[in-house]
Every structure is written in C-alpha cells, then in structure tokens.
C-alpha cells in the first residue's frame, strides 16, 4: 500500500470502530460520539510512519473534530504540569458549537480479547498480550483522568484556554475491537456493543494447516490494525504465515491475522502465545 493511501485507509477504519458501550450505562461514564462528516483526510495531513496506534487515533479523532460542523476543538493534548512533575494529560477541549457547551473528551482506541478463564465478564477483555484490561483502563480514567480536571493544578491551565471549569462536561470516546474464543463466537455479550466483536482468537496450536491451509493470509503492523482486511492485496500462503506468526509467538507478541477466504469473504484473528 502506498503511504498516502494507507494513512486514508487507516483513517476509514479509525472512523468505522464502534463505541464499546453507548450512553452512559456500562461504568456510568458518557460516551462522545464522533461527528463523521467525511471520510476523506486533508490531503496535507502527514503522520510519522513509527507513529503508535494511540497516537495515532488522536490525531484522527483531531481531524474528524476539524472536518465537523457541530464541534470547535479548542486544544488538545494539554499536559498537566506542576513543579517540573508532569502530573497527567488532557486529550481534547472541545465546544459544541449550537449549545457553547465546553467538552473534555478523553480517546480510547482499543484491541481486545475475550479470556474466559477470569471469573467476571467484564473482567475476562483483556489486552492480546495479556499487558492490559478493559477494566484497568476504565479505572484509569475514573480515578486519575477525568478527577485531573477538578485538581488546584489544572485551574490556570483551564484559564489560558478560555474554559470555565463549573461549565464543562467529560466525556469519554472509547472505541474497540472485540475479539473472542472461536468457539464462542456467535454467542451474545450482553454488557457491550455487539458492533464491537471484529472477529476471534486461536491459541498458536489451533492455527494448522489441516484447517487454514488452503487460504491467503496477512499480518498487519499495528498502525493498520484498524484498516478492514478487504483494501489488502498481496497475500501470502499458510506457510508463509506461518513463519511470520511463529517469530512473533516466540518473542511474546500475539499475530492479528487478515484471512481471505475468496474474493468477497475475509476474517480477522489473533493468533495469541499464552
């Protein structure tokens, strides 16, 4: 893929991630749903090819705010500061621009699987390589994210922004790939967004020829995690893959894997080392 192209493929499929919940039911946190005015990049947007996902996401969510008729974006990325000690970030100011309302927008772009070995559901997503939870990261936000607002420290900061601190809501943009056991992959999870599950994983034992052989595969880099597998087009063989996966095992790192059945049918897994 050509950078230009990937960058606005990328950007497609940032734009195309569900919400993991809608409303504010799952942890009483609002979810800020994003504007989708266009799903064209401004020609003259360059991002760092090494850039990390996260990162990456800001600066899509950031355009998407820019391309919007409801939203202004007034800052982003503040960073908290206070006796040479960094003490947390703001992701996004925004104000609706019929209401005046001022919005503190904390972004989440994520990549879950479903562990059923944990006892409660909501305990049971956790990062591909075991280095995260959904859960862990929601009480990032309720315990030190979204508190930050209200601390003595973040008052001038707020000030030079022009925000008034008594007129600001928060809101929370968490977006997510689910992905789940094979073997339950048609069951229902009802405490979140059922747009969310993208596909499954395999231990690396289950990945055998017997059962993938006869099919194309890919292993994205994750900046193209988000991309949807159909924009691919040079596909590799089972053994091909096979090898690639099989180094990434080996060093700890699940393997997303884009699958291509035939021309119209592609799949999305995790090929996990645990």
């Known amino acids: 893929?050509?950078?230009?192209?990937?960058?606005?493929?990328?950007?497609?499929?940032?734009?195309?991630?569900?919400?993991?919940?809608?409303?504010?039911?799952?942890?009483?946190?609002?979810?800020?749903?994003?504007?989708?005015?266009?799903?064209?990049?401004?020609?003259?947007l360059e991002i760092p090819p090494n850039l990390v996902l996260g990162k990456r996401a800001e600066i899509f969510f950031a355009e998407a705010i820019r391309q919007s008729s409801h939203y202004d974006l007034i800052a982003q990325n503040l960073q908290l500061i206070h006796n040479k000690q960094t003490l947390g970030e703001f992701d996004f100011f925004l104000k609706e621009q019929n209401t005046q309302q001022s919005l503190h927008v904390e972004l989440v772009y994520k990549f879950y699987v479903y562990d059923s070995s944990f006892k409660q559901q909501?305990?049971?997503?956790?990062?591909?390589?075991?280095?995260?939870?959904?859960?862990?990261?929601?009480?990032h936000i309720k315990s030190h994210q979204f508190?930050?607002?209200?601390?003595?420290?973040?008052?001038?900061?707020?000030?030079?922004?022009?925000?008034?601190?008594?007129?600001?809501?928060?809101?929370?943009?968490?977006?997510?790939?689910?992905?789940?056991?094979?073997?339950?992959?048609?069951?229902?999870?009802?405490?979140?967004?059922?747009?969310?599950?993208?596909?499954?994983?395999?231990?690396?034992?289950?990945?055998?020829?017997?059962?993938?052989?006869?099919?194309?595969?890919?292993?994205?880099?994750?900046?193209?995690?988000?991309?949807?597998?159909?924009?691919?087009?040079?596909?590799?063989?089972?053994?091909?893959?096979?090898a690639e996966v099989n180094y990434l095992l080996q060093h700890q790192k699940a393997a997303l894997i884009w699958m291509k059945k035939d021309e119209h049918t592609f799949e999305r897994f995790f090929v996990v080392w645990w």
């Open 122 to 139: 909501l305990d049971r997503w956790i990062g591909p390589n075991r280095k995260d939870s959904l859960l862990k990261k929601i009480e």
């Open 147 to 242: 508190p930050l607002l209200f601390r003595e420290e973040s008052q001038e900061l707020l000030q030079q922004q022009a925000i008034e601190l008594e007129k600001i809501q928060q809101r929370v943009c968490f977006l997510a790939h689910l992905f789940v056991p094979k073997s339950l992959f048609h069951q229902q999870f009802e405490l979140v967004n059922k747009h969310c599950i993208s596909g499954y994983w395999l231990h690396g034992y289950e990945f055998t020829e017997t059962e993938y052989g006869e099919f194309q595969f890919y292993s994205p880099k994750k900046p193209d995690w988000p991309i949807q597998p159909q924009h691919h087009q040079d596909w590799k063989s089972f053994p091909e893959i096979l």
């Open 1 to 44: 893929m050509k950078i230009k192209n990937r960058l606005q493929l990328q950007y497609q499929g940032f734009l195309a991630t569900f919400p993991l919940w809608e409303g504010k039911e799952l942890f009483d946190l609002p979810q800020f749903k994003i504007p989708k005015s266009s799903t064209s990049l401004a020609k003259e």
